[in-house]
C-alpha cells in the first residue's frame, strides 16, 4: 500500500495512536493541546478525517464515542517513507544510507548486530 507523507499534524496524531492504541478523539486533543479550549476539538476532527481518507486510522463507530486506532503500523509507514527517500536520493539503494548511518555512529551496535542477523537469515 502507497503510504504518503504525513504533514506535521497528522503524524502527531499518528504518534499518539501508535502509543495507545486507540483513542476517542477528545482524548487526542488533551494530548495535543493540554491547554486548549474546545476550539482545537474541530481542528483533530478535521485530521482525524484526513487520516481516515488516506487510509492511516480506523474509526470503530460501535460506541456513542468513536474510537481511532491505526490501521498502519508505525514500521510500515517508516519503511515506506525510508523507500521514498532512497528512490529519491539514491537511485533506490539503500547501501549509501546505511554505509553513512554506520560511520556517523547513528547505527548502535545493538541495532547493527540486529541487521546483520536479519541478513543472515536468522531474525526472521
Do not use: C
Not at 492504541?21 to 495535543?32: S, V, W
Not at 480506523?58 to 474510537?67: A, P, T, W
Not at 510500515?76 to 553513512?100: C, D, V, W
Amino acid at each position: 500500500m502507497n503510504h504518503p507523507p504525513l504533514a506535521n499534524a497528522e503524524l502527531a496524531v499518528m504518534d499518539l495512536l501508535w502509543q495507545n492504541g486507540q483513542l476517542t478523539a477528545r482524548q487526542i486533543r488533551e494530548e495535543l493541546y493540554p491547554d486548549a479550549s474546545k476550539a482545537q476539538h474541530g481542528t483533530v476532527q478535521r485530521l482525524l478525517q484526513r487520516l481516515e481518507d488516506k487510509g492511516f486510522v480506523v474509526r470503530d463507530r460501535g460506541l456513542s464515542v468513536h474510537l481511532f486506532s491505526p490501521a498502519v503500523s508505525r514500521q510500515a509507514y517508516a519503511g515506506r517513507q525510508l523507500e521514498m527517500l532512497a528512490s529519491k536520493l539514491t537511485s533506490g539503494s539503500f547501501a549509501p544510507l546505511i554505509t553513512h548511518l554506520v560511520e556517523e555512529k547513528k547505527i548502535s551496535r545493538d541495532e547493527i548486530d540486529r541487521i546483520r542477523a536479519i541478513l543472515d537469515g536468522e531474525g526472521e
